[in-house]
């Protein structure tokens, strides 16, 4: 039996020789490590002769001992458990990890986990491996006449440490880029923040951008805060659930525990996609979309909402402001025949949808990249929050948006780590904000602004979608002073990113290139290798490569999609010459003279890694720092101390509401009851008053101190005459105000009577405070004590009269197939200077309709995931017990245009972008597209334009599979928000190999 993916398509699916599988394996892991044969792996990953075993029959976990020694036979052998999280998607899965002398022998799925509840998917299963892997980058690395040459640390950190002062020197700081990581723990990607912040510019971001950038944007300018607003396990609680642009049942394996409990009670579940999908295959309805046109979809399921009167028009009316509006766009230009006309879907799907979200409440929408990766993802995700306002199912339980985020801790790096146009916590960079933090981290404000350029302190930095631009353009079209010149890859994964033509001759023109990684990533090669015919590289360019550890070689928190702060142990010693991110931050800020100001409220220790000594902050002070300055979403009572006892006590939360069924920890004498699992933000107020956490985000059926809330009063109080506080009678369960009312700070205190609640101490560090800035959480005790929200009570918005498109509209894809709909939905105007950087829309579609690319490139070119791979998928396709399961990348094509190409199951085939890329995959015909779609997968790697590139990664660092990489081929495209790039709605052309 094959041991890749099968179409659903019987008659256009032909099983793959294993033979041939294994073979491509066994050269794969022959090249990677020399000295491991095929006999050699085929024995350790339990592959049969002639791979006769079907990929569901693989044991996964491998409960392997230790061998006996005498200490062990003496009884004085050390046997540990340690705790930690799974490295891959959001869901948040926990595992026991066995350590036996320092070696990670077993794992076990956590089983009193109330996130997955025992349950893996095959990346979970597979962690040890990552943990141990053998492929990864052993010690600091730089390119020397193209080959990796091994270096110490110290000559690595001295000479980056140089070139970087000499780059700050020369331009400015904001030569330099900083990309940081969804992977790192919340205290690193905090840490890093504040080190860049220190560094002095605003040049960072991280994977959020490319992934949820357009999610946080829309959903936070809708109600308030950026962020899932239920969880994985309260769908279990839904009536009806409704996908759209989300292969959970790929992306995100565990949380379909929660859909098919809710399913086996009655839920009804909607998938739209343009493709037919694992997930499409657990549905009542499955509707098939063309890509991008997910607001005239979503709009036609509005219309017959209120054409049937189906909306919950005393919730619009308490809750939302704009609805109105919404109604007569939606009633005048989103009628059945346009809705048809623009997203391929008939009336009566359309109208069944409707019917099922409305008759089955409360309804959740879940949605994923298939949403927010388009040129206007902001809109289409508002799209979704209207929906779900005029069936008013946010703020209940089976309710509200369910976001699923992609990378282990990519929320968390969103709420406190590095972005370019805010401070953690989204502060933003107003001076207030950069005060805020100067007072938390001790250090004089004027002393941080010295450390940017003039007048960049408060500017929103470039975005990592962004980056090749930033190098790529001219100087004088760049709002700063010069193009980057130095980038640091800091845990992120470049074959994620679009137009990889374009990013190779960027990478080629940087004087300093730094991968800090477990692995060399993607980066390694491409900057190896050379340039394209025409190209040259900058002869003063270096490029370093330093070995990170995992996340299983260090500790600290990271925040699951449902806000869950949950905490890892430090599994096993670093491996090989690692170090961990936080440390190698302190190393180089020691370097760059600020490393006394960095690390100043943290205890430091001295710690052994790749042979050396280093100086290590202590992860859980970072944490107390996050809990002392990020109030705004309520990272403050989760300490340590806290989320620690959470995880020793997992059993007692209840799997459905998250909520603790009473348990002390035995360790500390702490007592959960009343707390929701790992204490979901926002947890508000200092530790001492034992806020449980937010399980469902803007729920008034329950107090605030029961984790209950309302909408934030982010918005000021009233737009063109109306209100945009709730109405008279709408107010959290207990509130001692019965009607909206704005957001606190020391006047609407003390106007209120409530001043003298306040502690002496607390009036004198709350005067001149509001909520989010007064560091004794006097005023959100106080507030919370009279049962009310610190961020106020006001409505929702519909209309969001500060993004380009108040109401969200239609806009084709700048390279859409339909010519028609390009004419009729334009895109739209260029944008100068945005996010510091001129951005192409009209001119772009405009050129592309002229030269009629849509007959050259008949095809749409989508992307998305596969359960056995993640991210950008070094780290997974570096893990035998993975890559035996996909072997090579492939695009799915329709079997009417496989066959008018001539194409048959499994052949190689070019496909073909009008960027003038092309990539070499194998062809998997089958019915799960259309006949114009496509898809391929976004994990691989390490092969460019069909020439195989294992030979410019470092030697044994390789990942096992290489294949080519979709966005090698992908096009030009950006949110006019959030510069989220396009990756679901291109074009390509698709041609037999020869």
Same mark, same amino acid.
């Given at each position: ?78 046997? #540990? $458990? ?61 390119? $020397? ?12 950190? &001295? ?29 690193? @990607? ?12 605003? *040049? +960072? ?71 037919? %999908? ?44 704009? =609805? !109105? ?14 809705? #048809?006309? @623009?997203?391929? $879907? ?40 209207? /929906?779900? /306002? ?28 590095? *972005? ?42 470039? %975005? ?22 130095? /980038? ?13 033509? !374009? ?34 590289? *900058? ?10 550890? +995992? ?87 989760? +300490?340590? #101390?806290?989320?620690?006892?959470? =995880?020793? =006590?997992?059993?007692?939360? !209840? ?89 606190? !700070? ?36 106080? $507030? ?9 009570? @006001? ?6 009269? *500060? ?18 709909? =390009? ?13 510091? /950087?001129? %951005? ?43 890559? #035996? ?99 679901? &709605? ?9």
């Amino acid at each position: 039996m094959s041991l890749t993916r099968k179409s659903t398509t019987s008659q256009s699916s032909r099983a793959t020789p294993a033979s041939r599988l294994i073979g491509s394996l066994s050269r794969g892991l022959q090249s990677a490590v020399p000295t491991m044969d095929r006999r050699t792996f085929l024995k350790r990953s339990g592959v049969g002769v002639g791979a006769g075993i079907a990929a569901s029959q693989l044991s996964f976990v491998q409960k392997a001992v230790a061998e006996p020694n005498r200490a062990m036979l003496d009884g004085k052998g050390k046997i #540990e $458990v340690k705790r930690t999280v799974c490295s891959h998607c959001s869901v948040g899965c926990s595992t026991d990890a066995t350590v036996e002398n320092g070696v990670w022998v077993r794992q076990d799925s956590n089983f009193d986990s109330p996130i997955n509840m025992g349950a893996y998917c095959a990346k979970g299963a597979s962690l040890r491996e990552h943990g141990h892997g053998e492929f990864r980058l052993r010690y600091p690395m730089k390119l $020397v006449d193209g080959k990796y040459q091994k270096i110490s640390w110290d000559q690595a950190l &001295t000479e980056i440490t140089a070139q970087m002062k000499d780059l700050r020197t020369k331009y400015s700081p904001d030569s330099l880029f900083f990309i940081g990581s969804s992977k790192q723990s919340n205290e690193q @990607a905090y840490l890093l923040r504040k080190w860049v912040s220190f560094f002095g510019t605003n *040049n +960072t971001d991280h994977q959020a951008r490319i992934c949820h950038s357009t999610t946080v944007a829309g959903v936070a300018n809708t109600w308030g805060y950026g962020a899932m607003t239920n969880s994985y396990n309260d769908m279990m609680n839904s009536k009806a659930a409704m996908y759209i642009g989300s292969n959970a049942a790929e992306a995100h394996p565990v949380s379909m525990l929660s859909l098919l409990n809710a399913k086996e009670n009655g839920c009804k579940v909607v998938v739209v996609d343009p493709r037919y %999908t694992r997930t499409a295959a657990k549905s009542d309805q499955y509707v098939r979309i063309r890509s991008g046109t997910d607001i005239p979809f979503l709009f036609g399921v509005l219309y017959h909402i209120f054409n049937n009167g189906w909306e919950d028009k005393k919730y619009i009316n308490d809750r939302v402001y704009g =609805m !109105d509006e919404i109604r007569k766009e939606v009633m005048e230009k989103w009628s059945p025949k346009n809705v #048809e006309e @623009a997203c391929g $879907v008939p009336e009566a799907e359309v109208y069944k949808v409707a019917e099922t979200l409305a008759k089955n409440r409360p309804s959740t929408v879940v949605w994923c990249m298939g949403q927010t990766q388009h040129t206007i993802g902001n809109a289409m995700v508002r799209a979704s929050c209207i /929906l779900q /306002l005029a069936l008013g199912n946010v703020g209940k339980s089976g309710g509200g948006t369910n976001i699923f985020r992609g990378h282990c801790n990519v929320q968390g790096a969103t709420d406190v780590g590095p *972005n370019p146009d805010s401070l953690p916590g989204y502060y933003g960079l107003a001076a207030g904000s950069w005060k805020h933090f100067a007072t938390v981290w001790d250090v004089d404000y004027e002393w941080i602004k010295g450390r940017y350029a003039p007048d960049m302190m408060e500017k929103s930095g470039t %975005t990592v979608s962004r980056w090749v631009d930033a190098v790529l353009e001219k100087n004088d079209m760049i709002d700063q002073q010069t193009a980057v010149k130095g /980038l640091f890859f800091w845990g992120h994964a470049a074959n994620s990113q679009t137009r990889g033509l !374009d990013m190779k001759r960027a990478m080629d023109k940087l004087d300093l290139l730094v991968v800090v990684d477990p692995y060399p990533t993607a980066v390694a090669a491409m900057a190896a290798m050379p340039p394209a015919e025409g190209n040259s590289v *900058n002869k003063n360019r270096n490029v370093y490569l330093l070995p990170a550890t +995992t996340q299983f070689e260090t500790c600290g928190s990271a925040t699951a999609s449902n806000r869950s702060v949950q905490w890892r142990e430090k599994v096993i010693d670093p491996l090989f010459e690692s170090v961990p991110d936080h440390v190698i931050m302190q190393a180089f800020a020691d370097r760059l003279g600020f490393g006394q100001e960095l690390s100043k409220n943290f205890k430091m220790q001295s710690s052994k890694f790749a042979g050396k000594q280093w100086k290590e902050p202590l992860i859980e002070d970072i944490l107390r720092e996050i809990n002392r300055s990020v109030w705004t979403i309520g990272y403050t009572g989760q +300490t340590p #101390e806290r989320i620690k006892a959470h =995880m020793r =006590m997992a059993g007692v939360f !209840d799997p459905k509401t998250l909520k603790s069924r009473g348990g002390v920890d035995p360790v500390t004498g702490y007592d959960t009851t009343g707390d929701y699992y790992c204490l979901p933000w926002p947890c508000y107020g200092t530790a001492a008053i034992k806020h449980p956490g937010s399980p469902n985000l803007y729920d008034t059926s329950k107090s605030v101190m029961e984790g209950g809330g309302n909408f934030r009063a982010n918005f000021g109080v009233e737009k063109d005459g109306k209100t945009l506080l709730a109405e008279d009678g709408s107010y959290s369960k207990g509130s001692a105000i019965k009607t909206g009312y704005p957001e606190f !700070d020391h006047v609407l205190v003390k106007k209120l009577g409530w001043w003298n609640q306040l502690t002496e101490d607390e009036q004198k560090a709350a005067e001149g405070k509001n909520w989010k800035t007064d560091l004794s959480g006097g005023i959100q005790r106080v $507030v919370m004590k009279n049962g009310c929200h610190p961020f106020g009570n @006001a409505k929702a918005r519909a209309v969001v009269w *500060n993004f380009p498109d108040p109401i969200p509209v239609h806009r084709e894809a700048l390279y859409s197939t339909n010519e028609p709909m =390009m004419r009729k939905y334009p895109t739209s105007a260029d944008k100068k200077n945005f996010w510091r /950087l001129p %951005t192409l829309y009209k001119t772009l579609q405009d050129k592309n309709l002229s030269d009629k690319l849509y007959e050259k490139f008949p095809i749409i070119l989508t992307s998305g995931r596969l359960v056995e791979y993640e991210g950008g998928g070094e780290e997974t396709r570096s893990n035998p017990w993975l890559a #035996e399961l996909q072997q090579e990348n492939f695009v799915e094509i329709n079997p009417k245009a496989a066959e008018a190409r001539g194409i048959k199951n499994w052949d190689y085939v070019w496909v073909k972008s009008p960027t003038g890329a092309k990539i070499k995959v194998r062809a998997m015909v089958t019915e799960r597209v259309d006949q114009g779609t496509a898809f391929v997968p976004f994990h691989f790697s390490g092969w460019w334009e069909g020439k195989d590139l294992r030979k410019y990664y470092p030697e044994g660092a390789s990942p096992i599979i290489l294949g080519e990489s979709v966005n090698t081929a992908t096009t030009y495209g950006y949110d006019q928000v959030t510069m989220m790039q396009e990756t679901k &709605t291109t074009m390509c052309q698709i041609e037999k190999f020869a």
